[in-house]
């Protein structure tokens, strides 16, 4: 396994990341020095970006690349850093070789274990109080529903429910784990369908999919150019070029035509260009109604007027 660790300066750090998330869509893992900023991009001979597509990336920002092997073990290894979390108090996203309330994080960062509730109306697992528990593996690729995006699409999925808006089928573009679609399933959507490009995600959210005991309808689909029928709700956690390339496909069918969602909720963005993906959706008929940010990402919610 090869680390490819990609330096670049904190004033070019956005642009940067959002050249790298194109060429490793499904993730990069990133570490703040006092004068840089490196994202690190893990992968097998052949299966990461050549050299002069990363430079091209990274373009005047570039500090340096590095490339160093990653121990045989960190196959191992990487299991723990990944940790339950507590999504708006309510829905558990975990790895199956944890319980929900081993080392548990709450969706902000702050430590929180069984017997501590501090966020109201929330409820420790097991207890009888609602919470729902999301089972995900991710492979070494997929995520596991800790990364900010992710997050950020759940506390639109939850109010979304919150409204009376569940219960209806369902669309996940670019479903990846499975994670997004899984909880949609669990809190009453139905029938869900996942997309995505790559296989391996597809065979995550299979495998997912049945050890939540839910079912997923799954199609490899190049959303930057094919666009299928979509459910009244749509979750889209992907990155803002195909993002505002799915807007640009949803902006040719007619407003009331069949397949035409009432309700994105996107993430996946970079603060910077929440202003372009916005502006793409409204050209598609969808108006923003609500934007979320955690730390370096961005998400918004979209509904047909």
């Not at 500090?63 to 990944?82: G, I, K, L, S, Y």
């Not at 079912?215 to 990155?239: D, F, G, I, K």
């Not at 040719?252 to 502006?279: F, H, K, N």
């Amino acid at each position: 396994m090869i680390r490819l660790a990609v330096r670049c300066s904190p004033a070019q750090a956005e642009a940067v990341l959002a050249e790298l998330t194109v060429l490793a869509p499904n993730g990069v893992e990133e570490e703040r020095g006092p004068d840089y900023v490196e994202y690190a991009l893990y992968g097998g001979e052949g299966e990461l970006p050549e050299l002069g597509e990363i430079e091209a990336a990274a373009g005047d920002g570039l500090v340096e690349v590095v490339a160093t092997e990653v121990p045989d073990d960190w196959a191992d290894r990487w299991r723990d850093f990944h940790r339950p979390i507590l999504v708006g108090g309510r829905l558990w996203v975990r790895p199956s070789w944890t319980e929900p309330d081993a080392g548990a994080e709450r969706e902000d960062g702050v430590e929180r274990r069984a017997g501590s509730d501090e966020r109201q109306g929330g409820s420790v697992p097991g207890n009888g109080s609602g919470t729902i528990d999301v089972v995900v593996d991710p492979g070494r690729a997929f995520g596991t529903g800790a990364h900010q995006t992710t997050r950020l699409c759940l506390e639109l999925l939850l109010e979304l429910e919150a409204a009376g808006e569940s219960g209806g089928e369902l669309t996940d573009l670019g479903c990846g784990s499975g994670v997004l679609a899984i909880a949609a399933a669990k809190l009453g959507w139905g029938p869900v369908s996942g997309y995505d490009h790559e296989p391996e995600a597809l065979e995550a959210a299979a495998a997912n999919a049945a050890a939540n005991d839910v079912e997923l309808a799954l199609e490899r689909v190049n959303l930057r150019e094919r666009l299928p029928a979509l459910a009244p709700t749509v979750l889209a956690n992907m990155t803002s070029p195909v993002l505002i390339a799915v807007a640009g496909l949803l902006a040719s069918r007619p407003p009331e035509g069949s397949g035409t969602p009432r309700a994105i909720a996107c993430s996946g963005i970079l603060p910077a260009e929440l202003d372009e993906v916005a502006a793409a959706f409204a050209a598609a008929g969808l108006a923003e109604r609500r934007r979320r940010r955690e730390g370096d990402w961005a998400a918004l919610l979209f509904k047909r007027p």
